[in-house]
């Protein structure tokens, strides 16, 4: 086994101290889990559900219940396409297909260079720079499916920079 | 002189934070002013918003701003003259944005800095606090919100002093005070605004609220769509803890509360407070049967209340303003102010807080600018995926709880999404379906499989494929789902599918008869088309078509192959000679 | 605890203190569908389906967890309750991806259990197998014999290689069956009520069973000497040795019903008399008549119908054909005129059709048989004169016809090919072109056709105490199968009318698999298992004999066929709770159709097999495994419509955890948890 599992484990188990081992905050420490990991992995799914005294049934209950939790790792850029009222209504749906279109993927797919995973949520609360999507935290507003492809393009040169 | 930066999530998405840091840069360097932040002032169509303060007076207001003008901002701030930043400062129209509006619970919002707790007490933050936990019995606390007649800002409008007296009256020993900032309405925004901008404008207003009941925690359920305000709420409750306002003996008043916040993890349904509390417990968030309500055996099965941020954000206020003072303003049945986040087709979207009583059209047309591109309204849809589409013709109702409602619509929780003559209601009816199917907690019959129901035979009616009765049947699927659903959620899912058969009518009958969509926004019921006249053979269009369906010489007529076209639109959008034009 | 009185649909019930409306209303025997509610479990609310109104409340309650007021008016079946009611209802039927029953049993026109017997027969137990027939109908061996079972025609199996020998099985239980221990019904206390049944055939046997079993009072009045109509009468013994017949009707008889034979209308008895006798009267007479050929010169000496051809074959009095016989007609009741004249020592036999092989109605089975036999076929020809010598049929001229273009139904009709002739020399013409009926004496209203007018649900005819079943109340003559489907169905209405409230009979409302390509995709990688032949005896032995065809199977060999049903019924069936509520009002699911929630067919709890395809999401399963058993192992897996339930995934310790307890399946209500082991 190598060393960064263990230090993914040693900071699982600091989450589950922090939070008592208490299955009354699942939710927190699947939230956590997350950040270790990037995605909840089984095993790890498993192991929360033994140390909170709850049953692995009950655990991905509420890991497949609420959308930021994902069972399978995202890309580098997770872009979180804000489909919102606003967003509607100023065509986002042309976002969309700009970026689908772009990536050659589809909403909750991720490109097979792992660079990116393209996510549709509700609103992002940015309505009145609809259309908008976030990546990784970053949000990007009054979108056109051209200034959409060109943000795509400027982390892809990014990477290609720092590789 | 202060220069302040706007850094809300709007204006950050919109490149505050690229200014902020280009005058940190010029701070560094050696220059005297000095920069801080604030949150929103719900002038979204204009971020980024720099600010500059002489003393406590506003200097000038710059909109779109942009790290390029950093120098000169920097300039004028160090010189006090203002002639080389002209161009940057709001216009007078704008600024009415602004001057028209009545702010209550944004009253501190765009104007204090949200990280520093000292900001907001220089506005007077924590008086209420101190008065009710020193002066005041949680009877007469709960007098003085009944007197200003506060109702619940999450959307039903139930009276607040009467939920807290309910917890209050609850059997048990330990009670919570819950605040629900799961803003799940697409299309709405005004609760994230006010934790990012006041945060602790909240705080003061859910002790108020946790005395009044004698809770002995408060939780802030927030969604995790909103990262900004969860640092700035964690923020706050840790600079309040430090300042003695949160945790054991208050002020030395003897009253103490725990706070705390717990972030959602994407959900709709969470807003709806049964489910909440299950989220809260670390469950599905699936709704509870009702009876019992919260206020009997909520969080842990114990006496909780729920409001949400905006109906905390008033609180404090009313405290120091007295209940009358609120009650003063708004009608018979409605009292106060209410915000809402206008957004949509309008030419200046942002955040609204008015008195009730105004018209939907004063809030479009006087504030919000009329329409964008001046195109003609249709109608505004109010109440987010629990709510309805108001038509133009209504627009002079007004912003009352009960006058809301009888248009099928509902005021909810502030989201005012206006639509022009190009958004088809039909379509807007299967966005709000494709909604609340999504995000129905699987639980009840009615709506697990109902609004799937619906939503396939929008989907259908919007591709062209509506059968005859196809109307008839979504109303009685809309009926039954209205009797038959558990929670709010199902319950008032058909809203927008109602409202828009209501008053739109004709455009279903269009889509399903006539396979046409009067808005030609439905692409499957769409043909696009060159016009041979106009078109100058620039090639531009079948250069940029992703699909390789449009073909011709240069600078002869092109033409589209209707077998390849995608219905993008990006050809529309590129000819510069209107030659293309969606039939 | 205090004692509260509501009222619910009108009558007054009481309870205590705290009752739910569903507890009060059980106490006092008022009925409330609900499908996600158990006392041994938290309320849940899901299902929708126990909606009640409340007069002056503003929403409809879930009676499964709204604790009652003192003094409330409910309505269980306001307007606006039965409207939520059915939309949920619909909505749950429209995404409820599940057979109720086997197409086999859907297409059997008597709604024959098939897939129940079938599974019986596997299991050796022929007797129980019996038992699930005679729900139905009171002759499985004769019925086994001679039914051209639709029921095969639809069998899924065909899907993986070919449908299961379902009339084969059901023959051989019956004759198992009367061999030793054979099973009887038990008889209702009498009634005191007396039918009369006009007609002794599969339909008026079948009615005569039924009513007797509920205790009425029956005789049945037949002209022929023997009871058993066309089985006996119309069948050669090659395909139904007639003891087997015999043993059937006996156990009908030993019931004690009584049997009058020998007795003609109009001759012997007035339907009058006969009708005044009995508090009802069933017309099961059949169609006892030729059709005509309607050619020129059939009126000539050696020119028969196919049924009197039959009948005095089988009575002992053969009809002397000579050599050369042409049957014209392509249905069963021309195969058995030519292989009964092939028998009879005909030297050329010639089957006369004027459309080809494909369309032709008989059995294919049949068909190959009499080929084997030696049967001559002439396809696309049509009689059209009949050349007599000496008033003996001498020869028949038969006009040459092609396939036209399709009709509106999509069967090519043929027309005659102008100027194109054969002759062929015939001693006999045997015409089985269809069956007319013979309604002499029977003083009740009857179509242009003659045909015995009756209503469609109630198979009532013009007369208040007379109704009508088989052959004689439609246009156009069916098999024996479809004749009993009548009795069984009329026998219900005519056991309501002697009850006192005529109730017409309604089908139930069952849930079918709709996307069939689904479903043959889920066969795609069965095993496959050949369909066993029914051995036959030689042609060239049998064909001089009218002895019986078949040679019995192995009790192995039938039982390993059996083994080949796919069951796509469900095991639940009768016990469903889902399909009771969906019974409970008019609902009609069709108009909600669309996706079905995904899903697939799994066995990870140890015996126990998951269907999550049929899974209504009432978390009942989830609740008890939590609640009652306290394991926790099944849980709720994504969200909205696409929610499914799994136990602990992708988890072999799940073996482990899992008590076998069976609760989940127990209290599963529709058929998603089968036990399995």
């Known amino acids: 086994m190598c060393d960064c599992k263990d230090e993914k484990g040693k900071a699982l188990d600091a989450v589950l101290d922090e939070y008592g081992r208490d299955k009354g905050s699942l939710i927190g420490i699947l939230q956590k889990t997350q950040d270790i990991y990037g995605y909840l992995p089984a095993d790890v799914i498993y192991s929360v559900a033994a140390q909170t005294g709850t049953t692995p049934a009950k655990v991905m209950g509420v890991a497949t219940f609420y959308t930021q939790f994902r069972l399978e790792p995202v890309g580098k850029y997770l872009i979180m396409l804000c489909k919102g009222t606003a967003c509607h209504v100023n065509g986002s749906d042309r976002i969309e297909a700009a970026i689908t279109n772009e990536l050659g993927i589809q909403n909750g797919q991720t490109t097979e260079d792992g660079l990116f995973t393209l996510k549709n949520v509700a609103c992002l609360g940015c309505c009145s720079l609809s259309p908008v999507m976030m990546i990784n935290e970053e949000t990007f507003g009054s979108l056109t499916p051209d200034k959409a492809v060109g943000i795509l393009n400027d982390l892809r040169n990014r990477k290609e920079e720092q590789a | ?583 | 605890m205090s004692e509260i009185r509501i009222i619910i649909d009108g009558k007054e019930c009481i309870g205590n203190q705290g009752d739910t409306i569903l507890q009060i209303a059980e106490k006092n025997g008022v009925y409330i569908p609900t499908l996600c509610n158990d006392e041994s479990v938290a309320h849940y609310g899901a299902c929708g389906v126990c909606l009640v109104e409340g007069e002056g409340l503003p929403k409809l309650m879930r009676s499964c967890s709204t604790v009652v007021s003192d003094g409330w008016v409910l309505h269980t079946d306001s307007e606006r309750v039965l409207k939520a009611r059915k939309v949920a209802l619909e909505l749950l039927m429209s995404d409820h991806d599940g057979d109720c029953k086997g197409p086999c049993s859907l297409t059997c026109p008597a709604g024959t259990d098939c897939m129940a017997y079938v599974k019986e027969i596997s299991k050796g137990n022929y007797h129980e197998a019996v038992r699930i027939i005679k729900d139905k109908f009171p002759l499985p061996a004769s019925i086994g014999c001679v039914c051209p079972h639709p029921c095969e025609k639809e069998c899924r199996r065909q899907y993986v290689e070919a449908p299961v020998s379902i009339a084969y099985l059901k023959r051989f239980a019956g004759m198992r069956d009367l061999e030793k221990d054979t099973w009887t019904p038990e008889i209702a206390p009498d009634t005191g009520k007396k039918v009369a049944i006009i007609g002794g055939g599969p339909a008026g046997l079948t009615a005569a069973y039924h009513l007797r079993v509920k205790g009425h009072a029956v005789t049945i009045y037949d002209a022929m000497d023997k009871m058993g109509g066309m089985l006996r009468y119309g069948i050669p013994e090659y395909r139904l040795p007639k003891e087997i017949l015999d043993a059937e009707v006996k156990l009908i008889e030993d019931l004690g019903v009584v049997m009058k034979n020998g007795v003609r209308i109009g001759e012997d008895m007035t339907f009058e008399e006969i009708r005044s006798s009995a508090d009802a009267t069933i017309l099961a007479i059949g169609a006892w008549e030729s059709a005509k050929i309607g050619c020129a010169g059939e009126d000539a000496e050696g020119v028969i119908g196919a049924i009197e051809f039959l009948r005095r074959n089988i009575t002992g009095d053969p009809y002397d054909i000579g050599d050369n016989v042409a049957v014209v007609g392509g249905g069963n009741a021309a195969m058995d005129a030519c292989r009964s004249a092939i028998r009879l020592g005909a030297k050329n036999v010639h089957i006369i059709y004027r459309r080809t092989r494909d369309e032709m109605p008989a059995d294919d089975e049949e068909i190959e048989e009499s080929m084997e036999e030696g049967v001559a076929y002439d396809f696309l020809t049509n009689p059209v004169q009949i050349v007599s010598e000496n008033g003996h049929v001498k020869e028949i001229k038969l006009q040459v016809m092609e396939l036209g273009a399709p009709d509106a139904s999509g069967r090519r009709s043929p027309i005659p090919i102008d100027g194109q002739f054969v002759v062929l020399p015939v001693d006999t013409v045997i015409s089985a072109i269809g069956q007319r009926i013979n309604a002499k004496g029977l003083d009740v209203e009857l179509n242009q056709k003659g045909v015995i007018v009756v209503e469609e649900d109630t198979f009532r005819t013009n007369l208040r105490d007379v109704f009508g079943v088989g052959d004689a109340v439609h246009n156009k003559t069916g098999i024996a199968i479809e004749a009993i489907g009548d009795a069984v169905r009329a026998s219900e209405v005519v056991d309501s009318f002697l009850k006192g409230e005529l109730k017409p009979f309604k089908a139930p409302f069952v849930s079918i698999r709709k996307d069939m390509e689904k479903v043959k995709a889920e066969l795609a990688d069965r095993e496959k298992v050949m369909r066993i032949q029914v051995p036959k005896r030689p042609a060239e032995e049998r064909k001089h004999d009218f002895k019986d065809i078949v040679i019995q199977l192995t009790d192995e060999e039938v039982q390993n066929e059996a083994k080949r049903c796919l069951e796509c019924g469900c095991h639940d069936y009768g016990e469903c709770n889902l399909i009771k509520c969906a019974n409970c009002q008019e609902i009609c699911p069709d108009r909600l159709r669309g996706e079905y929630h995904p899903g697939f067919v799994e066995t990870k709890l140890v015996t126990i097999e998951r269907n999550q395809k049929k899974c209504i999401m009432c978390s009942l399963c989830v609740r008890t495994c939590d609640e009652v058993a306290q394991q926790g192992i099944l849980g709720l897996v994504g969200r909205g419509f696409t929610t499914v339930i799994k136990p602990e995934f992708n988890d072999p310790a799940t073996i482990a955890v899992c008590k076998d307890c069976h609760k989940c399946a127990d209290i599963c209500p529709t058929g998603a948890l089968k036990i399995i082991g």
Not at chain 2, 11 to 28: C, F, M
Not at chain 2, 234 to 251: C, L, S, V
Not at chain 2, 516 to 530: D, F, G, S, T, W
């Open chain 2, 1 to 583: 002189m202060r220069v302040i930066v706007g850094e809300g999530s709007c204006g950050i998405a919109a490149g505050a934070g690229k200014v902020y840091s280009a005058l940190e840069e010029i701070l560094n360097g050696g220059a005297s002013f000095e920069l801080g932040i604030t949150g929103c002032i719900g002038m979204c169509f204009l971020e980024p918003i720099v600010d500059i303060y002489d003393g406590e007076d506003l200097a000038a207001r710059l909109v779109h701003v942009s790290a390029e003008d950093a120098e000169r901002i920097a300039e004028a701030a160090q010189s006090g003259s203002f002639a080389g930043i002209r161009d940057l400062v709001i216009a007078e129209d704008d600024a009415s944005f602004l001057s028209q509006q009545t702010r209550i619970a944004l009253r501190n919002c765009g104007i204090i800095d949200p990280t520093d707790i000292e900001s907001y007490k220089a506005r007077g933050g924590y008086q209420a606090l101190e008065k009710v936990l020193k002066t005041m019995t949680p009877e007469e606390v709960i007098e003085v919100i009944k007197v200003s007649g506060l109702a619940g800002r999450g959307g039903a409008g139930f009276p607040t002093w009467f939920k807290w007296n309910a917890a209050r009256d609850s059997k048990g020993e330990e009670k919570f005070l819950i605040c629900n900032a799961d803003e799940g309405d697409p299309g709405a925004f005004m609760d994230r605004a006010v934790i990012e901008s006041d945060p602790h404008n909240l705080i003061e207003g859910m002790l108020i609220g946790a005395y009044a009941i004698g809770a002995s925690e408060a939780i802030v359920y927030v969604r995790a769509e909103y990262p900004l305000a969860i640092i700035r709420l964690e923020n706050a409750i840790k600079q309040a803890t430090e300042a003695g306002i949160i945790g054991d003996n208050i002020m030395g008043s003897g009253f103490s509360c725990k706070f705390r916040y717990m972030a959602g993890a994407g959900a709709f349904v969470c807003g709806e407070e049964t489910a909440l509390i299950e989220s809260l417990e670390g469950k599905r968030g699936m709704p509870r049967l009702k009876p019992p309500f919260p206020a009997a055996a909520g969080y842990q099965m114990k006496p909780s209340n729920i409001n949400n941020v905006e109906t905390f954000a008033n609180v404090a206020w009313i405290i120091n303003n007295g209940g009358e003072a609120f009650a003063a303003m708004g009608t018979e049945g409605s009292k106060g102010t209410k915000v809402f986040a206008l957004t949509g087709k309008v030419r200046s979207g942002g955040l609204v807080e008015i008195p009730m009583g105004a018209t939907l059209r004063h809030v479009i047309f006087d504030i919000g600018g009329g329409i964008r591109n001046d195109k003609k309204i249709k109608a505004v849809q109010m109440g987010g995926p629990s709510g309805g589409c108001i038509p133009e013709s209504l627009l002079n109702t007004v912003i009352d709880y009960k006058a809301l409602s009888a248009t099928g619509a509902i005021m909810g929780s502030g989201g005012m999404v206006v639509m022009d003559e190009t958004t088809c209601m039909v379509g807007m009816a299967r966005f709000f379906l494709d909604f609340t199917s999504k995000e129905s907690c699987g639980k009840c019959v009615h709506c697990r499989i109902g609004t799937r129901r619906m939503l396939e035979i929008l989907t259908r009616i919007v591709e062209g494929n509506g059968q005859e009765g196809d109307i008839e049947l979504l109303e009685e699927l809309c009926n039954a789902i209205k009797d038959g659903a558990l929670c709010g959620l199902g319950q008032t899912a058909p809203n927008p599918v109602l409202t828009t058969i209501k008053y739109f009518r004709d455009e279903y009958e269009a889509h399903i008869i006539r396979k046409q969509c009067p808005a030609k926004e439905c692409v499957n019921l769409l043909r696009y088309h060159i016009n041979p006249e106009k078109c100058k053979g620039c090639t531009m269009c079948a250069k940029k078509c992703p699909v390789q369906a449009i073909s011709g010489e240069v600078k002869n007529p092109h033409e589209i192959n209707q077998n390849l076209c995608i219905k993008c639109g990006q050809c529309i959008t590129l000819c510069k000679f209107d030659a293309i034009t969606a039939e």
